[in-house]
């Protein structure tokens, strides 16, 4: 399983970039796939669409039972919402026992938290709206304890042309807790060619736009911005 991290070359592992090298079968989501295409030429390669987790992954034990070196690609780091977990529960659920690396990748959240600048200085979490996994309620609850803990929040897969309404309902549960004025970037195709970056507020975030593409992350109390750097203290004396 490989992280290939933002998706562009210059910020993949040299690890990954052997791996998927050296690999006979390259298996994933076909955005990710084109991302790495230079890397991919003359050996077999298998993508499918959003939703096809479960067939990608049985389909890449499966090529490896087979005797073939095979390369599941995730974007940002595979264990971080990517296919790592998947594969082994797969693996462990028909009882099979082969020989399995996780290759590290910058995380989508890190890519985009280099930049805002400084953002995830201090304590934060990473919660994905997206409830097709996971349902609304447990979401709804995690977001409303985050903002009671005065956590820097990272959210994932916020809006979707299917999934309108739950970032405006989690902005609506982080206003209770946190200030209009509190930092809020907005990152989106980090570190690929439609990235766009725009630091606002939580009481403006909605007026920008914001898609499946986007990350954002909302500020804690001492989060502040300085020059085009949203940046939060880590608590030293300065």
């Not at 993949?12 to 050296?22: G, L, T």
């Not at 996780?102 to 304590?123: F, Q």
């Not at 979707?160 to 309902?169: C, L, P, V, Y």
Request: charged share 25%; glycine share 8%; net charge neutral.
């Amino acid at each position: 399983m490989v992280g290939i991290g933002p998706g562009n070359l210059e910020n993949m592992s040299i690890r990954a970039v052997e791996v998927i090298k050296n690999s006979d079968c390259v298996i994933g989501y076909k955005t990710y796939i084109n991302l790495i295409r230079e890397l991919v030429e003359g050996k077999e390669v298998i993508t499918s669409g959003m939703r096809s987790e479960i067939e990608r992954a049985s389909l890449a034990i499966e090529k490896a039972e087979a005797g073939n070196v095979v390369s599941v690609i995730s974007s940002g780091d595979p264990g971080v919402f990517g296919m790592a977990g998947l594969v082994l529960e797969v693996a462990n659920n028909c009882k099979l026992k082969i020989p399995v690396e996780v290759v590290p990748g910058i995380p989508s959240e890190n890519a985009v938290a280099a930049l805002l600048g400084a953002p995830l200085m201090h304590d934060h979490v990473t919660i994905s709206l997206s409830d097709l996994l996971t349902p609304w309620d447990v979401i709804e609850k995690r977001v409303r304890l985050a903002a009671e803990g005065d956590f820097v929040v990272v959210l994932y897969n916020p809006k979707s042309s299917e999934r309108k309404w739950q970032i405006e309902k989690t902005i609506e549960i982080l206003l209770s807790r946190k200030s209009s004025d509190t930092p809020v970037g907005i990152v989106k195709s980090a570190m690929r060619k439609k990235q766009n970056v725009i630091i606002t507020n939580l009481g403006e975030v909605l007026e920008h736009p914001i898609d499946m593409t986007t990350i954002l992350i909302v500020g804690n109390s001492t989060t502040f911005v300085f020059d085009n750097y949203m940046v939060t203290k880590r608590g030293y004396k300065v």
